[in-house]
């Protein structure tokens, strides 16, 4: 029987602004994933959280899409929100864009990751986990662990590896879907990815046998919404080792802190940090934008685990460049590149100030 990882996340409720979830969240969250363990739903689960988000990582025999497990995690994040308004927490329920489930979480406000597959007799998980950014920020360094042979030096010399992977991407504008090979179609995949606020890397596929290696969340919370209420702060499982890239090959592309869209407000570009799970708390602007990584062993379905594997001191300076390039971008104001460009701020809440000016501009003679 195989075994199915679903990674479900949601904002509904924040200390001190959109900072951190508040412990209570995570003890409520926990207690009802251990009912529905010692009930049989679940193999095993893990609680976190990445800034303001609860991260639920949990472990089944049910495969992707499943009604109960949704319905348990929808559960979870009410009774959550629930404790968040008797804290009278910041933004308590934000996330969820309904009041009733409907059959499935998708496109009710969380993000989910979820990958079905046949335990190896050795099978290394990593969770990433973001906050205050979008699921495009996953485009660069997914393309780095599974194309780059810069950066994963198993593409070429290890056969497992040498033939490649299928990336599947979403447009998710247009709610459509495109898969591309690699290497051979490399150049065409980097034409989209390189747009990471329309073009979103959903999966990715070992070409020797259709194998799946890395899941990622795409929901975009203001194109469900028809409105700003968050930023999406997607989530990512990636398997390594044994044909997939190794572990260190995974979390290397994080060494470098690339610009993404989210930070303040969900209007502006700024690094992405790798971070301790201790750490990931954005305070300054909101930010800069947090990404952490835990590493499992599945055994049985079981979680063995967690490593937290950017406590290293290794990603330091990692860190350390962040913040500079933090404070260079911080010093644009509200000028881009520091604020997003106009086709993403009009899903922010510019456009209800810019309204009152409407009328008063004229033509150019």
Partial sequence: MKTTISVIKADVGSVAGHAVAHKALLKKCDDILNTAQQEGLLEDYHVTNCGDDIDLIMTHKNGEENEEVHQLAWNAFQEATKVARELKLYGAGQDLLSDTFSGNIKGMGPGVAEMEFKERPSDPVIIFCCDKTEPGAFNLPLFRMFADPFNTAGLVIDPSLHNGYEFEVFDVMEHKKVKLSCPSEMYDLLALLGTISRYVIKHIYRKDDNEIAASVSTERLNLMAGRYVGKDDPVAIVRSQSGFPAAGEVVEPFSFPHLVGGWMRGSHNGPLM??????????????????????????????????????????????????????????????EPHRLPADEMEYTTLPGVLEKLEDRFEDID
Avoid: C, T, W
């Avoid at 301790?276 to 909101?286: K, S, T, Y």
């Avoid at 947090?290 to 062993?297: K, Y």
């Fill in 274 to 335: 790798p971070v301790a799970q201790r750490n990931a708390h954005p305070i300054r602007f909101d930010g800069p934008p947090r990404v952490i990584a835990l590493g499992f062993q599945i055994a049985d379905a079981k979680l063995v685990g967690p490593l937290d594997l950017f406590d290293d001191p290794a990603f330091d300076r990692s860190r350390d460049q962040a913040s500079e390039v933090a404070e260079y971008m911080r010093r644009h104001g509200p000028f």
